[in-house]
């Protein structure tokens, strides 16, 4: 069986815990070393559980600890060519922090680990399609203003899936953020919009995905109720029903203690 445990989730931090058979690896750590560490002592989790880290692009809230956790747990840190080369770059790793470029796929221990595509205004971004010791399979895709064909792909064989709904197209449009700042989360570079990721989940669900995270919400233009009942109303439609074909919530900004087993 294989867990996966939401620690942070928003335009402040993301980190994602996943495991199997005793094994775990970090995708994503936006928050400071010891945010992610208490997140998971909360969990009854430790860093001394996980195997590697990966990171899925290089702004700041997806890689803050990155360079002291790598150092601190001698972790090696997973990327594309491009994000590794930014991180370096921008100081967020340095030349004594190890690292691996994934160019297609790679094996992280006893777990295999497929990128995938991602549309947004970083380097290199990417998602991830894993599959766990016990062979589940998860996919990470966020930060990504449109869902890519290879993500589209990856998500449908998953048994469980983060997926971006960041923002509620009305909230963003209405709401207090600068035009600049609207048109670069509207664009395809952007961010997923609940409206789309709600969109997709249908085909997703038929698919054979039952476990749903919804994630990197923005604070300022959605909520997580209204991220949810998009999503559940696309459902509905469809015919799927909410704790029998699937169960989805949203990722909380800092760990509850939720977790999901798949
Ligand atoms: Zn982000
Ligand atoms: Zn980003």
Known sequence: MAKLVPLFSSSKGNSYYLSGNGNAILVDAGRNAKQIENALFQN??????????????????????????????????YGTKGTLEALFEQDKIDSKTK???IEDEVAIGDFGVIRV????????????FITTPDMRKCSFVTDTGFLMQSAKEALKMSNAAVIESNHDIEM??????????????LSSTGHLSNVDCAVELPKLVNAGLTRIILAHLSEENNKPDIALSTSKKSLDNAGFVMNKDYT??????????????F
């Open 172 to 185: 963003l449009k209405c709401g207090p953020y600068p035009y600049i700042l609207k048109k670069r989360i």
């Open 248 to 261: 989805m919530a949203v990722a909380p900004v800092e760990t509850n203690g939720k977790y999901i087993t």
């Open 44 to 77: 009854d989790l430790s860093m001394n559980d996980v195997g590697a880290i990966l990171v899925t692009h290089e702004h700041i809230d997806h890689c803050s600890a990155i360079k002291v956790l790598a150092k601190r747990y001698a972790l090696t840190v």
């Open 99 to 101: 690292t691996e470029v």
């Open 117 to 128: 595509d991602t549309s947004h205004d970083a380097r290199e971004s990417c998602g991830y």
